[in-house]
Nanobody
Framework: VQLQASGGGLVQTGGSLRLSCTAS????????VGWFRQAPGKEREFVAA????????YYADSVKARFTISKDNAKNTVYLQMNVLKPEDTAVYYC?????????????????????WGQGTQVTVSS
């Protein structure tokens, strides 16, 4: 499974970006998918997730009401729409997917439960 994240860049505070994650070797309809981020000197943290079965998305408290995760099964692409960006959102953003058996809901925010990772895309929010 190969994941390719794109869409990062430099944006001013309050601006928006949309990240995309495409997959080869697996369809997003068959896996749970998550977005994580890692800022310099910090640990990787959960941002958002969407289960393969659909249902409500999961968000970190820090991004609720600002970020939206969605997927387009026809394009086999997952998106992370990021609005009202803040300097503290600056990080490398990674998309990741589960293995074939998925992730139990209580562990959906745990990065170690994800089997495959993309290379990351840099998001920089200037103040």
């Amino acid at each position: 499974v190969q994941l390719q994240a794109s869409g990062g860049g430099l944006v001013q505070t309050g601006g928006s970006l949309r990240l995309s994650c495409t997959a080869s070797g697996r369809t997003f309809s068959s896996v749970d998918v998550g977005w994580f981020r890692q800022a310099p000197g910090k640990e990787r943290e959960f941002v958002a997730a969407l289960r393969r079965s659909g249902g409500r998305p999961y968000y970190a408290d820090s991004v609720k009401a600002r970020f939206t995760i969605s997927k387009d099964n026809a394009k086999n692409t997952v998106y992370l729409q990021m609005n009202v960006l803040k300097p503290e959102d600056t990080a490398v953003y990674y998309c990741a997917v589960s293995g074939r058996h998925g992730i139990i809901y209580s562990e959906i925010e745990n990065s170690v439960r994800y089997a495959y990772w993309g290379q990351g895309t840099q998001v920089t929010v200037s103040s």
